[in-house]
Each structure stands twice: as structure tokens, then as C-alpha cells.
């Protein structure tokens, strides 16, 4: 019960600034209970940034943000060994990546190079460099934002690092009475108010311990490898989704039962969570055509081929 309180005014404090995407916010809580990294892909200026932002001030811990530009190099991210002449030693000078919270802002918008930086830190929270393993701090969570409409200046995110993150949310344009509650409320563009923290570090990497323990019936893990498979055997798809991805749809179901309230998981959990989950890492066919088509074509593609998985009773 107290997790449950605790949980609650996490999402009314985001909800003090951001009006009307309590399903957004409810799936960022998600990513954050299932140890994962989140993906925010919309439009400049529906509030991508600050979603991220007061997340990270709703928790008390440390809090870093990244403006990736195309000159930015891995040593911005990660940190640089220096030579001290006054010890004659080396010391490692930590990057902005040492923080419970990373924002990766706009990472579509620096190289490829730059961009791997970041896959030991979201696969395993720690960085390697000069043959010398850092363990990042714990909770430790990635929150990248990246315009989908801007192509000039961009580097689009290979599938090998979009698969890193557990899942893909969009913003989406806010509803008129939400908008006009903003224009009355928000006089300074940006301004977060006096937001403070509602819960601890401590009392996140708790909740994440407890949300492994969220059970899951023999039939729901058999349901999550046959949503697998469907992806891999389509003629819609390209590219499949992999293990990695199974295991990301198993631990947000886990997580929005624990966000309910229940010690264990029903197919409801694992259906809501298959788009935001799943949809990011898999690759549509190019000879696949539909009529109307968006600029979310995966997921199109793949709620059509997973409707044909039998949902256990």
C-alpha cells in the first residue's frame, strides 16, 4: 500500500505541469519500475524534455542532461582519464552518464559513433574505458527524446540501439481544455515550478526489486514467446523482434501489474504493453504497402500481425 501511495504522487507531481497524458506519464512510470530506458519520439515542443526533466525531479537522486549535438564525442558522455602532474597519476574524470537519471536530449542528432556510446551503459550500467570497468549509480535510467518529422542534421538510431530501450512513447498534441489550462497556468515558457521530490532513490531501486517478483502463469510467458515467433515468421516483417525484446514486454507487464496494484500478471498487461514495447524494434518489409500509412507504420504492422495470437483466457 505504501508503494502504491508513493507511486500515486509520483504521477500527480508530473501532472502538475503536463495536463492530459496521465497514460504517458503511467507507461514512463512503467519504464522506470522495470529498470528500463525510455524513448520519447514526437513533433519539437509537446513536452518530450520536460516530461524527462520532472521525472527526474520527482525522484531524489542525481540528474544529468545531454544536448546531443554533431560534434559531441564519446568522452563527452562517458568521461576522460587525465594526466595529474602533480600526483603523476592518472585520474578518471566522470562523464554526464554518472547520474540515477540521463537525459539524452535530441540523441538523434549526433553520430554513430556517438551514439554507441551509450550501449554498455544501457545494457549493463556500467562503462568501460582504458580497460577499466565504471559501475554507473543504481537506480540508472536513459531518457532519449528525438524529433521524427526533422531529417537534415540527423542520424537515425540503428536498430541495435533502439532495441536498448524498453520502450517508445509518443507525446502527442494536447486536448483543447488541457491546452488552454496550460496558457493560463504556465506563465513562463519551461517554467517546472517549485516541483520537489515525492520519493527517494532508495524507495525506486525498492519498488524495481519488487516489480521482478510480479508472477507471471506458465500460459503468459508461453503468450509473450508466441507474440515473438509471430514477428520473426511474418511476411510484414523484415526484422523480428529478439529475446531481448521478449524479456523488455515480460518486465513492463510486470511493472503496469505492479502500477495496479497486483502481485501478478493478466494478459491485459502484456496486451498494453506490446506497442510501446515491441513496435521500435522490429523492421517493416519494404515491399509492404498500406494504404494511408503514417509515420507509425511499425506499429500498424505489427498490431495487424499480432491480432492473430490467441490471448490465453
Request: proline residues 4%; glycine residues 4%.
Amino acid at each position: 500500500m505504501a508503494r502504491q501511495i508513493a507511486l500515486a504522487k509520483l504521477q500527480r507531481n508530473i501532472e502538475t505541469v503536463i495536463k492530459g497524458k496521465s497514460d504517458v506519464i503511467r507507461q514512463a512510470l512503467m519504464a522506470l519500475l522495470s529498470r528500463g530506458h525510455l524513448l520519447i519520439e514526437d513533433v519539437p515542443g509537446v513536452g518530450k524534455t520536460t516530461l524527462a526533466h520532472l521525472l527526474a525531479t520527482s525522484i531524489s537522486c542525481s540528474f544529468s542532461r545531454i544536448q546531443f549535438t554533431s560534434d559531441l564525442l564519446p568522452s563527452d558522455i562517458l568521461g576522460v582519464t587525465i594526466y595529474r602532474a602533480a600526483t603523476g597519476e592518472f585520474e578518471f574524470q566522470r562523464g554526464p552518464i554518472f547520474a540515477n537519471v540521463v537525459l539524452a536530449d535530441e540523441i538523434n542528432r549526433t553520430t554513430p559513433k556517438t551514439q554507441s556510446a551509450l550501449l554498455e551503459a544501457m545494457n549493463s550500467a556500467q562503462v568501460s574505458i582504458e580497460k577499466q570497468t565504471h559501475d554507473l549509480p543504481k537506480p540508472f535510467m536513459v531518457i532519449a527524446t528525438q524529433n521524427p518529422v526533422e531529417f537534415h542534421g540527423t542520424f537515425p538510431l540503428p536498430k541495435s540501439q533502439m532495441d536498448r530501450f524498453l520502450m517508445r512513447l509518443h507525446m502527442g498534441y494536447p486536448e483543447l481544455a488541457d491546452e488552454v489550462t496550460v496558457l493560463r497556468e504556465q506563465r513562463v515558457v519551461g517554467d517546472l515550478g517549485s516541483l520537489e521530490p515525492v520519493v527517494t532513490a532508495e524507495e525506486v531501486f525498492t519498488m524495481q526489486d519488487e516489480v521482478t517478483r510480479v508472477r507471471l502463469e506458465d500460459d503468459l510467458l508461453d503468450y509473450i514467446a508466441r507474440v515473438a515467433a509471430a514477428t520473426r515468421e511474418s511476411t510484414l516483417i523484415e526484422l523480428g523482434v529478439s529475446t531481448r525484446g521478449a524479456l523488455a514486454l515480460r518486465a513492463a507487464a510486470q511493472a503496469r501489474a505492479y502500477l495496479e496494484g497486483r502481485d501478478y500478471c493478466v494478459p491485459d498487461d502484456i496486451k498494453e504493453m506490446i506497442l510501446p514495447v515491441l513496435a521500435h524494434r522490429i523492421q517493416v518489409a519494404k515491399t509492404f504497402e498500406l494504404s494511408g500509412m503514417n509515420r507509425h507504420e511499425d506499429e500498424s504492422v505489427l498490431l495487424q500481425v499480432v491480432d492473430s495470437v490467441e490471448v490465453p483466457i
